[in-house]
DNA sequence: GCGCTGTATGTTAGCGCTAACATAATTCGG
DNA sequence: CCGAATTATGTTAGCGCTAACATACAGCGC
């Protein structure tokens, strides 16, 4: 079923039924309806790949992020998609990984299919990555993470400034003992360095530290707590580079009989849905995905439509969230 | 960049470019470098729109799930794509919520890109979207369930006789006050009245219901646990639609002062990863998932290439784990 | 040398659609 | 009722690639 099929029930020409569907208020009312009829009764669906061919819009938008069974990368594509979606853009998942290299590998795959757009998780990629979508000339949003020098647009939040106010947060109410728990994730990383030397510069000795590798789950928060009960830091704050992580500390606390936050207090990061819903309820700084999501969108399908952006980095912050476990 | 440019810079025509990346062991070794020398130089990107439309090819095969945020598809869909890398094909991932309707709206627009196959979850489907499956004469696989009327083939297991296990297994080990806290999810509540049913075949009179919408969550986990508590069921063994719904019971229950297994005992569905490291560990039965999406890659590709499997329908089975809850 | 095979490359004609321009039909002021 | 403006439709060419059919050329036995 092509195209010309529909024309020929219609009685019109190839042209007249493209326009009638991509185009329906440049056809006249009475062709439009002919036309619609001929669609369903034919059946048509339209070839993208012979419409993005000959309009060079493939109306196709592809979102790279780390790992898509991670449930925070997993919801921003799901709010980014959901703000695409009225506008007729179809999203195309792909999971680049945690370094550079498979990231640069992913972008070449998906360029073959001329995406109107792109949506990176994180602002560092290797050079030649970035020159292949330089060449590309298309839209690019980074997400996650802010830079002064972004691709083209980038939506996110500074993870500098956010382990600066989470230590100045607890600094302040007193904390003395910091443990971390980072995933071998670079953004986690970043964070986890600028927390340490926040606190030599708020006078506070020292931070031990339980690396777990990355993607996070429960089994991670466990094993990383389980370092951490060992190295002894009884009644610090152990400040988890996941919400995840965090949840399993938590529970390898429990299973070992300690109570939190008695005996440790917990924070996490990222406000999932269920933060607020362990026992006790984790305190965490809440990233607004959602927002993020739907920024990332707005801002790409501005710069599709060739918009110059007077602010090409977006900021959606962040907010310590105090609950039960810190 | 297009092949006649780097068909020039080679000095050869642009078929031979083209066969020199999709068929290299046609082309003689001394023009291969020259071509391949070539398009380093000019970083060429194949338009795999041109190519598809040429060869009617488009080497995507789309994968509708209910959510992607559900870690359980995210993961099927992961092995599924993972499997599928070596062979070419790129995965285009589409959320088609829990309802037919919007599963049909989504089949349409995907349809539209013109995939070499199709993923569906579940083996439920308007009859409007079969048709227009058929029609589109593509490979069809349908996972997470089985049916003896598969569009084209199907990866799953049974979950009339997942329910009737259960209830056996645990009728078996003396248990007699039932409780089901079950999702409004097709497949879940599918189980849950077998096991009802399986619990009259029993002996057992009542089933104690908890129902909570569709997507689980921790939070979706403690309401239900709450209306069960309610409901006086004490002693019983709660059986939850999904593992995240069973900690999330677990959690309510240790939140109002209770222990398990012994004032509740609970039991999930799927052994997500962190079934294991909940306190205590959660009972559950297995869904082997990357079998599932590794066995539906597997039979596709064999569809795609034109093979007529002799089984259209792979029972991956499932497996009840005694943890600590039940 | 002949025809035969097999390998390496090229030519031609589309795949199904839309941009850009061309033409036809309608409206409307004067 | 004319010509200009406006609206509705059609014609043509081409997007970038590949299938299918040439063609060219080397190697080989006789």
């Known amino acids: 079923m092509t195209l010309e099929d529909v024309a020929r029930l219609a009685n019109v020409s190839t042209i007249t039924v493209s326009r009638a569907l991509n185009h329906p208020d440049k056809v006249a009312k009475s062709t439009l309806e002919r036309v619609t ?3 369903e009764q034919t059946g048509y669906v339209p070839n993208m790949l012979a419409g993005g061919l000959a309009s060079r819009r493939s109306r196709l938008i592809a979102a790279l992020v780390p790992a898509m069974t991670n449930a925070v990368y997993a919801e921003t594509i799901h709010y980014f998609s959901e703000a695409l979606k009225t506008s007729g ?3 195309m998942l792909g999971e680049c990984g945690y ?4 990231e640069h590998e992913i972008v070449t795959t998906v360029l073959s299919r001329r995406p109107d757009g792109i949506l990176l998780t994180g602002v560092k990629h290797t050079l030649e990555c970035r020159r292949q979508l330089m060449a590309a000339r298309i839209p690019v949003v980074e997400t996650w993470d802010l830079t002064t020098t972004p691709l083209d647009v980038a939506v996110g939040f500074s993870h500098e400034r956010l382990g600066e106010s989470v230590i ?4 302040d109410k007193g904390f003395t003992k910091f443990a971390s728990l980072c995933a071998s994730d670079r953004r986690a990383r970043l964070r986890e360095a600028v927390m340490k030397a926040r606190l030599t510069r708020r006078g506070i000795a020292g931070l031990t530290f339980a690396a777990v590798p990355a993607p996070t789950d429960l089994r ?3 094993e990383g707590m389980r370092q951490l009960i060992e190295q002894g830091v009884n009644g610090a704050i152990v400040i988890c580079s996941s919400d995840t992580l965090a949840h399993g500390a938590m529970i390898e606390a429990q299973a070992q009989g ?4 008695k005996d440790f207090a917990v924070f996490g990061f990222g406000d999932q849905s269920f933060a607020a819903e362990t026992f006790p309820a984790l305190s965490t700084v809440r990233i607004d995905r959602p ?3 739907r920024r990332a969108a707005e801002a790409l399908l501005r710069r599709i439509d060739g918009e110059l952006l007077d602010d090409p980095v977006v900021d959606v912050g962040f907010e310590i969230i105090e609950r039960e476990t810190a």
Chains 1, 2 share one sequence.
């Not at 370094?99 to 498979?102: I, M, P, Q």
């Not at 100045?168 to 600094?171: E, G, P, T």
């Open 99 to 102: 370094t550079e290299e498979s």
């Open 168 to 171: 100045d947060h607890f600094v």
């Open 258 to 261: 300690l109570s939190i936050p």
């Open 220 to 222: 991670r928060g466990r």
């Open 37 to 39: 009829r001929a669609i």
């Open 89 to 91: 853009y179809q999203v």
């Open 291 to 293: 927002e993020m999501g």
